[in-house]
């Protein structure tokens, strides 16, 4: 009698095929439910949240600056920060080590308007130097909710422009 050289075993396993058609299937379901999570809402978020931290930065460079002078640097009109006089004097006086810039759009040239869908950041004092409001246009409406411009409390608001009607990007700050 012959003797089987070799010998198959009953063990039943996936062919390459099967196995191909399961990664494909895998594929197709991970794409979906990445598309379903929305990343672009989350680097959305992100970048609010750096504009809200540049903005109390700025903030925190102007309280240093009116420890010092009694007043805040004035600028009538809404501006950019990185176009005013209050780049040089924050800067050049040590108070900041440079103006934040808008994490997405750095340098956009903004219009000079609180109610503004350009991304930068805008300062406005009054002309004495007793108040301001620093503002920034948020990409989601809710992370403006905690500070919108519709709700911030500043004497004579309607002078300042910063009650923007239907304008709910406007995050804003105002001196304490």
Do not use: H, W
Not at 54 to 60: A, E, S, V
């Amino acid at each position: 009698m012959l003797k089987k050289r070799y010998q198959t075993s009953n063990i039943k396993s996936f062919t390459l095929i099967e196995l191909m058609i399961v990664v494909v299937i895998l594929s197709i379901l991970s794409g979906a439910t990445i598309a379903v999570i929305n990343s672009a809402g989350f680097q959305g978020r992100a970048r609010d949240s750096q504009r809200a931290a540049d903005i109390k930065k700025i903030q925190t460079a102007l309280e240093l600056y009116f420890a010092d002078n009694r007043k805040y640097p004035p600028n009538t009109s809404f501006q950019r920060v990185t176009a005013t006089a209050l780049t040089n004097t924050l800067v050049n006086g040590g108070y900041i080590s440079s103006i934040p810039q808008d994490p997405k759009f750095p340098n956009t040239g903004a219009t000079n308007t609180a109610c503004s869908n350009d991304r930068d950041y805008l300062y406005r004092s009054d002309s004495n130097g007793s108040i301001y409001v620093l503002s920034a246009s948020m990409e989601l409406e809710a992370s403006a909710a905690s500070s919108r411009c519709l709700t911030t409390v500043v004497p004579n608001c309607s002078t300042f422009s910063c009650n923007c009607t239907g304008y709910t990007r406007a995050y804003c700050v105002q001196n304490p």
